[in-house]
């Protein structure tokens, strides 16, 4: 195959792509999954998932470093899983990719089978993988990277076009910093993300369509249809509740947690050897081969036991550690109730932020991974009160066809049966907002808002004849503000001397279609209507990597001189 | 979007047009502030405009359903979504345009907030019919129930600033 090379960019390089560019072509659907990959493309009639040479839908979302030419998923395969897993491999990159080493989902990731370091001091962890007995350190981006330039290359190959513009499916739970480095690493690929869409959103595009199909077959009147879409991979678990109508789906609203099946394997591995950790501590080379065997006869156990009620695991790991044990689902449950609680959390407080009833939900949809253990059913319906899920949509396959829908509607493709009369109305999955009064966390856009939105609110002074204040914008549902992600900070200057509390600051938020963020403060004495100093436009996220560092130094540095109170005004 | 639009939500909410409507985000909770500050800053100018909510979502005010209201947004939203405007120098009009149906939407899909905002067109239109004076009425009882306790509030907690600007306020009303 004549395929032109094509390398993947410095991750130091900028981006600099406008997101207006003339649309040339369908964008393509992206399904990153933590464990999983899958490409569709609109195909003119239908949404068409595309196959690699070995004739499989989804790929397995791993970089194996072999001396000078990474290889991943797209175009290679094991003998046999365990050696995927002999410390030359990376895998995990969605739950790794815009964290820092204090996030506790970087810590549960120290016992991978590859290196993952931390220091706890709040800057990028150290990710490395061992080649011909070397760690060779690499960053979450730049695998991504790798393997979707394999997705890239098998598409080009497939289609016959180059391929550019793609939509790609994000979890609820990620905040706007992993969403640039999600970004970035499709960058550093060629490629140009047209739409990032949270999973469960691109499931309700594909609902909304059926629907929209079904309704004008049976000349139906088409009524509003409100469906509780449950997502759950190997890495997050995401819920959407969407009401739908004439192919328009309206995200009510969305709830997401870093929760999926990498920790139900995590906590079976532990309660077959409890001090794993230890055993694993020192990442030699036997303790990776070790580690490895123990994963993946776990993960073995996990996938029988969503069709069997028990399954007997019978692993040498060397060192004379050998487990031959017989596990029954109950117990798989039982070490795994906190995992399970937190899904029903989840649903409950998502159709709580949707004022919707549950009696009120017509269709539950269970799709991801997750979704072929039995308990995971089981709690989505028992809280839905439903007997069946949804029939109409492959679990596996959903979100990657919503994207591609979305890719073909985005990029301006009409189709003459009205197959792709279909818009999806989101709606902000964390709230964005400011530190203000003391050490709060003040909400600009509430979670769960429409967009595009735009908001403003009023701020004030909290010392006379202050002339400058910090704006720290952050982003998350936690109530103090460094219980969120920063986004970035500015400086307003020239603020007119006056008491405290008479200078009214503006602060306003805007989210445009193609989610960018910017945020707007401007000035205005009482009595005035024109700002007092030109107006700042700032666009987020600004900070990058050891961004945990920055509130704090601007704490050490600034502490409350510069600090802001939300404006009362009658 | 730049300064200049700012510039003009910056001076409307400077306004004090609605202190009804300001006075009621303080007794809600904080996240009802801010829907609402937005709100009121957009219901003046639409209002300011000679549109308002129905208009703007081409719905009967005397008797839309929420059937009506929420189709009509629906094929509304099909015509103006930034999503599906292909050209992009529209883009950031069609934006503006989704931003104002939604919060037509919000406000009309609501009952409680639908009910608000026919008192507060009714009073808009300077109190055509009997019915406005009795809304006003209930307006003005609503409002007197905040100030007692808004009072009692800022007594509790609020800076002095703050609570000196919402007397001068309620001075200017009575």
Redesign the interface.
Known sequence: MGEPAYTVASDSETTGEEK?L??PEIAIGIDIGTSQCSVAVWNGSQVELLKNKRNQKLMKSFVTFKDESPSGGVTSQFSHEHEMLSGDTIFNMKRLIGRVDTDPVVHASKNLPFLVQTLDIGVRPFIAALVNNVWRSTTPEEVLAMFLVELRLMTESHLKRPIRNVVLTVPVSFSRFQLTRLERACAMAGLHVLRLMPEPTAVALLYGQQQQKASQETMGSGS?KIALIFNMGAGYCDVAVTAT????S?IKALAGNTIGGEDLLQNMMRHLIPDSENIFKRHGVEEIKSMALLRVATQDAIHQLSTQTSVQVDVDLGDGVKICKVVDRAEFEEVNKEVFEKCESLIIQCLHDAKVDVEDVNDVIVVGGCSYIPRVKNLVSKICKVTEVYKGINPLEGAVCGAAMEGA??S?IIDPFGNL?L???QATPLAIGIRADGNKF?????RNT?M???????F?TIHDNQTEALILVYEGEGKKAEENHLLGYFKIMGIPTA????P?I?V?M?I??ANVL?V?A?V?M?G????AV??M?VRMPMVDDGHGWCAEALNRTYGATMDL?????? | MNASSLTSSLSISNSKQLPQLSSKQQRSCQVHFKTISCRATKLVEETKNGSNFYKMLSVNPKNATMEEIKRSYRSMALQYHPDVCHDPSMKEESTKIFVRLNAAYETLSNPMLREQYDSELGLKNNMMNMNNIVNQEIWRSRWQEQVVELKKRSSKRMGQKGSRMRTQNMKDRN
């Open positions: 207006t003339p649309l509003e109508a004439g192919g328009v309206q509607v985005a301006g009369d818009l999806t109305i003040v909400p600009v856009i509430p429409t595009p939105a735009r908001k403003d609110l009023l004030t008491p405290k509390g008479v009214e503006n306003c805007d445009d279609a910017r707007l401007g205005v009482p005035s209507r024109t700002p030109p107006v436009e109170v939300t404006l009362k005004k009658a």
